[in-house]
């Protein structure tokens, strides 16, 4: 086996409860985002793009349709010889068998997999992040201060820092003190999540905390205090560029709607920085003579008649002549039929929105209660679902049903 310098352990088995019914059949990472790519995608490319060419997927919750849009790694030019990018479900093996119990813990089941490369260094990555980062720099800045972990930085406005794990360092960028949502912070260093590890070092703590009874199996709360309380060398890496977690229905909204804004936050059709997707293969996108398309990103495969305003459509998306979508995300092969309106919402893979309905409407009495604690205002539709011709969806309401309004009332 060829040793490498580096490898790449991508965290992607979260299950992502705060993406409500968007991840009732697949992991987070395998999310649509942006149009024509999932949330996996930019992590991935990332290494790629920082000459990182072993990644290892580590899987646990829904992993079929990550699983096959992973592959073997050819569209983001991962399918070496040497190399490339493997999917890491758990397993069972001669000694035991279980879940991965926490982010150290899915590291750790996975030992033997580094040790086939026997890596100088280990990046830890999540699958839930939209960001480019060359990852090669943070390397360098790791080995120029001869660290045994590094931890990228983002600093975020000092009034919110209490939400955030807070890194607290010398002058010289050492951390000194990791702090967990602090009431009263001392900096603005905010953890991202992105971990490089001499790989003797992090194999070492792995092994530690998976005799404790105690830990909890969590790098933030376990592996870096333990490293830190030794004495180790430990220091921040800064990163300023666009990153945004969407790891909630809001989040997730916002992030696309950021590449649709006036001046977009983060530019995905850089030739410097090309953000790799295994896209479908579909014909160009059709506009009718009477549609409106406005500020909006549109995918190959759509087929739009009607008005499309400050939105990004997937691919094989249809918009009828007389329907309109506003502020919304529609994912792939979704349909939105005439005089229907879509506003401010996410429209779920193969969703159909029937005739003179609407989607995100205002909320009156009659709609009663429900909980809109994971949505705020955007209206969220799983994939699937069809929304009978004539009804109301009103604001923030998450439809989970096959059909929902008139057809099943109908068939009650």
């Not at 936050?265 to 996108?285: E, T």
């Not at 005439?338 to 969703?351: F, M, P, T």
């Amino acid at each position: 086996m060829v040793r490498k310098r580096v490898v790449a352990m991508l965290l992607a088995g979260g299950q992502g409860s705060r993406l409500s019914v968007l991840t009732n059949r697949m992991a987070k990472p395998a999310v649509p985002f942006g149009g024509k790519y999932r949330i996996i995608d930019f992590p991935l490319s990332n290494c790629v793009n920082s000459d990182i060419d072993t990644v290892g997927v580590l899987t646990q919750y829904e992993p079929l349709e990550l699983n096959a849009y992973i592959g073997t790694g050819q569209a983001w030019d991962l399918d070496r010889n040497s190399g490339g990018v493997f999917v890491l479900p758990p397993y069972q093996s001669s000694k035991t068998g279980r879940w991965y119990s926490g982010t150290a813990d899915a590291i750790y089941q996975n030992i033997a997999f580094i040790d086939r490369y026997d890596p100088e260094y280990v990046l830890i990555l999540s699958g839930d992040h939209i960001y480019k980062m060359d990852y090669a720099a943070m390397l360098n800045a790791h080995e120029k201060k001869r660290a045994d972990l590094t931890i990228a930085v983002r600093p975020v406005p000092m009034e919110e820092a209490h939400r955030f794990g807070i890194m607290n360092t010398d002058s010289e960028d050492r951390i000194i003190e990791f702090e967990e949502k602090p009431k009263h912070p001392k900096s603005n260093k905010a953890s991202m999540g992105i971990y490089i590890f001499s790989w003797p070092v992090l194999r070492k703590y792995l092994c530690l905390d998976e005799e404790n009874p105690e830990s909890e199996n969590d790098f933030g709360k376990d592996i870096i205090p333990a490293i830190l309380n030794d004495g180790l060398g430990v220091y921040a890496y800064a990163f300023d560029s666009y990153w945004k977690d969407v790891g909630t229905v809001q989040s997730l909204w916002e992030a696309n709607m950021d590449l649709i804004s006036d001046s977009p936050a983060i530019q995905l059709d850089d030739p410097d920085w090309r953000i790799y997707s295994k896209s479908p293969c579909m014909p160009p996108h059709c506009v009718g003579i009477n549609a409106s398309i406005e500020r909006s990103s549109v995918a190959e495969g759509c087929d739009v008649a009607g008005v499309v305003k400050h939105s990004v459509l997937f691919a094989g998306v249809t918009v009828e002549e007389g329907a309109e979508v506003v502020d919304s995300v529609v994912m792939p092969g979704a349909v939105i039929r005439s005089g229907a309106k879509v506003q401010r919402a996410i429209l779920g893979e193969n969703s159909i929105v029937g005739r003179d309905s609407f989607v995100g409407a205002e909320r009156r009495p009659e709609d009663g209660e429900y909980d809109t604690s994971l949505t705020d205002d955007i209206t969220l539709i799983a994939s699937g679902t069809e929304i009978a011709a004539g009804s109301r969806v009103p604001v923030g309401m998450i439809v989970n049903t096959r059909v929902y309004g008139a057809i099943e009332d109908e068939e009650k």
